[in-house]
Protein backbone atom coordinates (compact mmCIF):
# COMPACT_ATOMS: atom_id res chain seq x y z
CA UNK A 1 0.00 0.00 0.00
CA UNK A 2 1.12 3.42 -0.82
CA UNK A 3 1.31 5.82 2.04
CA UNK A 4 2.17 9.59 2.06
CA UNK A 5 2.89 10.64 5.66
CA UNK A 6 3.39 14.50 6.35
CA UNK A 7 4.73 16.25 9.22
CA UNK A 8 5.83 19.59 10.46
CA UNK A 9 3.68 22.46 10.09
CA UNK A 10 2.41 24.40 12.35
CA UNK A 11 2.07 28.29 13.28
CA UNK A 12 4.86 30.86 13.24
CA UNK A 13 5.30 34.82 12.96
CA UNK A 14 5.47 36.20 9.70
CA UNK A 15 8.93 36.44 8.13
CA UNK A 16 9.53 32.56 10.11
CA UNK A 17 10.61 29.54 8.77
CA UNK A 18 9.01 26.18 8.58
CA UNK A 19 10.46 22.57 7.61
CA UNK A 20 7.80 20.39 6.03
CA UNK A 21 8.52 16.52 5.90
CA UNK A 22 7.11 13.65 3.55
CA UNK A 23 7.61 9.82 4.44
CA UNK A 24 6.50 7.96 1.43
CA UNK A 25 6.26 3.84 1.87
CA UNK A 26 4.86 1.61 -1.04
CA UNK A 27 6.51 2.53 -4.26
CA UNK A 28 9.56 2.97 -5.78
CA UNK A 29 10.15 6.84 -4.23
CA UNK A 30 13.61 7.23 -6.33
CA UNK A 31 11.76 6.77 -10.00
CA UNK A 32 8.87 9.41 -9.68
CA UNK A 33 8.98 13.10 -8.90
CA UNK A 34 7.52 14.56 -6.06
CA UNK A 35 4.83 17.76 -5.99
CA UNK A 36 3.86 20.16 -3.19
CA UNK A 37 0.31 21.71 -3.43
CA UNK A 38 -1.47 24.06 -0.95
CA UNK A 39 -5.05 24.96 -0.13
CA UNK A 40 -5.64 28.21 2.05
CA UNK A 41 -8.43 28.23 3.89
CA UNK A 42 -11.92 28.06 1.83
CA UNK A 43 -9.97 28.39 -1.24
CA UNK A 44 -8.59 25.98 -4.13
CA UNK A 45 -5.66 24.11 -5.19
CA UNK A 46 -2.43 26.20 -5.64
CA UNK A 47 0.61 23.82 -7.39
CA UNK A 48 3.86 25.31 -4.75
CA UNK A 49 6.62 23.19 -6.19
CA UNK A 50 8.10 19.72 -7.66
CA UNK A 51 11.23 18.55 -7.62
CA UNK A 52 12.75 15.60 -9.69
CA UNK A 53 13.26 11.75 -9.24
CA UNK A 54 17.25 12.25 -8.83
CA UNK A 55 16.78 15.86 -7.71
CA UNK A 56 18.73 18.08 -9.82
CA UNK A 57 15.69 19.91 -11.17
CA UNK A 58 13.35 21.74 -8.77
CA UNK A 59 10.32 24.10 -9.88
CA UNK A 60 8.37 26.47 -8.06
CA UNK A 61 4.95 29.08 -8.38
CA UNK A 62 6.22 32.44 -8.85
CA UNK A 63 4.69 33.13 -5.31
CA UNK A 64 7.12 31.20 -3.66
CA UNK A 65 9.77 31.01 -5.51
CA UNK A 66 12.95 32.49 -3.52
CA UNK A 67 11.27 31.44 -0.65
CA UNK A 68 10.71 28.04 -0.34
CA UNK A 69 13.38 25.31 -0.95
CA UNK A 70 12.36 21.50 -2.31
CA UNK A 71 14.36 18.77 -1.73
CA UNK A 72 14.24 14.82 -1.25
CA UNK A 73 16.56 11.98 0.02
CA UNK A 74 16.03 9.30 -1.97
CA UNK A 75 17.71 6.81 0.80
CA UNK A 76 15.12 7.85 3.09
CA UNK A 77 12.18 7.78 0.70
CA UNK A 78 11.75 11.41 1.38
CA UNK A 79 10.80 14.86 0.27
CA UNK A 80 10.90 18.38 1.73
CA UNK A 81 9.86 21.63 1.92
CA UNK A 82 11.26 24.65 3.37
CA UNK A 83 9.09 27.43 3.89
CA UNK A 84 11.66 30.73 4.61
CA UNK A 85 10.26 34.27 4.98
CA UNK A 86 6.71 33.60 5.33
CA UNK A 87 3.65 35.75 5.04
CA UNK A 88 0.05 35.54 6.31
CA UNK A 89 -0.93 34.43 2.55
CA UNK A 90 1.21 31.49 2.46
CA UNK A 91 -0.93 30.03 5.63
CA UNK A 92 -2.98 26.95 3.67
CA UNK A 93 -2.87 23.00 4.12
CA UNK A 94 0.04 21.46 2.29
CA UNK A 95 -0.09 18.26 0.56
CA UNK A 96 3.08 16.53 -0.93
CA UNK A 97 2.10 14.13 -4.21
CA UNK A 98 2.81 12.13 -6.19
CA UNK A 99 1.78 10.25 -9.56
CA UNK A 100 1.21 6.20 -11.01
CA UNK A 101 -0.09 6.87 -13.79
CA UNK A 102 1.25 10.01 -15.71
CA UNK A 103 3.33 12.24 -14.55
CA UNK A 104 1.48 15.37 -13.72
CA UNK A 105 -1.58 13.80 -12.58
CA UNK A 106 -1.66 13.26 -8.88
CA UNK A 107 -3.48 10.17 -7.49
CA UNK A 108 -1.32 9.59 -4.45
CA UNK A 109 -1.36 12.28 -1.65
CA UNK A 110 -0.34 12.89 1.99
CA UNK A 111 -2.09 13.52 4.82
CA UNK A 112 -2.15 17.38 4.73
CA UNK A 113 -0.21 19.71 7.24
CA UNK A 114 -1.34 23.34 8.08
CA UNK A 115 0.74 25.62 7.93
CA UNK A 116 -0.47 29.03 10.06
CA UNK A 117 1.43 32.39 9.59
CA UNK A 118 0.14 34.34 12.01
CA UNK A 119 1.52 37.54 14.61
CA UNK B 1 1.23 31.31 -14.16
CA UNK B 2 -2.36 32.46 -14.37
CA UNK B 3 -4.89 30.03 -12.50
CA UNK B 4 -7.04 28.14 -15.47
CA UNK B 5 -11.03 29.13 -15.34
CA UNK B 6 -14.10 27.54 -14.39
CA UNK B 7 -16.97 28.51 -13.37
CA UNK B 8 -17.66 28.43 -9.84
CA UNK B 9 -20.70 26.19 -9.61
CA UNK B 10 -22.46 23.71 -11.69
CA UNK B 11 -26.03 21.94 -10.20
CA UNK B 12 -28.23 19.24 -11.40
CA UNK B 13 -30.98 16.67 -10.15
CA UNK B 14 -30.19 13.07 -9.48
CA UNK B 15 -29.25 11.15 -12.73
CA UNK B 16 -28.87 14.41 -14.96
CA UNK B 17 -25.67 15.03 -16.53
CA UNK B 18 -23.33 18.16 -15.81
CA UNK B 19 -20.31 19.78 -17.77
CA UNK B 20 -17.64 21.44 -16.35
CA UNK B 21 -15.40 23.15 -18.36
CA UNK B 22 -11.75 24.71 -17.74
CA UNK B 23 -10.28 27.20 -19.78
CA UNK B 24 -6.88 28.29 -20.13
CA UNK B 25 -4.33 29.69 -23.11
CA UNK B 26 -2.33 27.86 -25.88
CA UNK B 27 0.45 27.80 -23.41
CA UNK B 28 -0.72 25.34 -20.53
CA UNK B 29 -4.42 23.86 -22.00
CA UNK B 30 -4.07 24.28 -26.08
CA UNK B 31 -1.13 22.25 -26.28
CA UNK B 32 -1.01 19.71 -23.23
CA UNK B 33 -1.55 16.10 -23.14
CA UNK B 34 -1.85 16.04 -19.49
CA UNK B 35 -4.96 17.25 -18.20
CA UNK B 36 -6.16 15.95 -15.13
CA UNK B 37 -9.36 15.95 -13.03
CA UNK B 38 -9.61 16.07 -9.04
CA UNK B 39 -12.90 15.44 -6.58
CA UNK B 40 -12.56 17.05 -3.44
CA UNK B 41 -14.91 16.41 -0.79
CA UNK B 42 -15.01 19.06 2.31
CA UNK B 43 -12.47 18.07 4.33
CA UNK B 44 -10.69 15.10 2.31
CA UNK B 45 -7.70 14.98 0.22
CA UNK B 46 -8.61 15.15 -3.30
CA UNK B 47 -8.55 12.28 -5.86
CA UNK B 48 -8.00 12.21 -9.27
CA UNK B 49 -10.11 11.03 -11.50
CA UNK B 50 -9.38 11.65 -15.12
CA UNK B 51 -5.86 11.94 -16.42
CA UNK B 52 -4.28 12.78 -20.06
CA UNK B 53 -7.79 14.11 -20.33
CA UNK B 54 -9.68 11.42 -20.73
CA UNK B 55 -8.46 8.35 -18.68
CA UNK B 56 -9.82 6.99 -15.75
CA UNK B 57 -7.50 5.86 -13.15
CA UNK B 58 -8.86 2.28 -11.78
CA UNK B 59 -11.81 2.23 -10.00
CA UNK B 60 -13.40 5.66 -10.99
CA UNK B 61 -16.72 4.90 -12.82
CA UNK B 62 -17.37 5.49 -16.19
CA UNK B 63 -20.19 7.97 -15.52
CA UNK B 64 -16.94 10.17 -15.71
CA UNK B 65 -15.71 11.50 -19.35
CA UNK B 66 -12.81 14.39 -19.77
CA UNK B 67 -12.56 15.84 -23.00
CA UNK B 68 -10.24 18.62 -24.73
CA UNK B 69 -10.56 21.18 -27.15
CA UNK B 70 -8.57 23.83 -28.65
CA UNK B 71 -7.64 26.26 -24.92
CA UNK B 72 -10.82 23.87 -23.33
CA UNK B 73 -11.25 20.96 -20.97
CA UNK B 74 -14.02 19.46 -20.27
CA UNK B 75 -14.98 16.83 -17.51
CA UNK B 76 -18.57 15.41 -17.85
CA UNK B 77 -20.50 13.44 -15.13
CA UNK B 78 -22.90 11.26 -16.56
CA UNK B 79 -26.12 10.22 -14.03
CA UNK B 80 -25.26 12.06 -11.49
CA UNK B 81 -25.74 10.43 -8.24
CA UNK B 82 -25.69 12.54 -4.40
CA UNK B 83 -21.89 11.31 -3.86
CA UNK B 84 -20.67 13.04 -6.45
CA UNK B 85 -21.78 16.51 -4.50
CA UNK B 86 -18.12 17.90 -4.19
CA UNK B 87 -15.75 20.28 -5.33
CA UNK B 88 -14.01 19.49 -8.81
CA UNK B 89 -10.51 20.98 -10.01
CA UNK B 90 -8.39 20.84 -13.32
CA UNK B 91 -5.26 20.90 -13.71
CA UNK B 92 -2.61 20.99 -17.10
CA UNK B 93 1.10 21.57 -17.06
CA UNK B 94 2.16 24.38 -18.74
CA UNK B 95 5.52 24.09 -20.37
CA UNK B 96 7.99 21.56 -18.96
CA UNK B 97 8.12 22.24 -15.42
CA UNK B 98 5.21 24.13 -14.18
CA UNK B 99 1.25 22.42 -13.06
CA UNK B 100 -1.44 25.02 -12.81
CA UNK B 101 -5.22 24.13 -11.46
CA UNK B 102 -8.42 25.89 -12.03
CA UNK B 103 -10.25 27.85 -9.47
CA UNK B 104 -12.56 24.99 -8.94
CA UNK B 105 -16.24 24.39 -9.25
CA UNK B 106 -18.83 23.27 -6.66
CA UNK B 107 -20.95 20.49 -7.82
CA UNK B 108 -24.00 20.65 -6.28
CA UNK B 109 -26.93 17.45 -6.74
CA UNK B 110 -30.11 18.99 -6.33
Known amino acids: EVQLVQSGGGLVKPGGSLRLSCAVS????????MHWVRQAPGKGLQWVSS????????SYADSVRGRFTVSRDNARSSVFLQLNSLRAEDTAVYYCASYSYSGWSLDQWGQGTLVTVSS | QSALTQPRSVSGSPGQSVTISCTGT?????????ISWYQQHPGKVPKLIIYDVSKRPSGVPDRFSGSKSDNTASLTISGLQPDDEAYYYCSSNAGPSTLLFGGGTKVTVL
Open chain 1, 26 to 33: GFSFSEYS
Open chain 2, 26 to 34: FSDVGSSNY
Open chain 1, 51 to 58: ISANGPHM
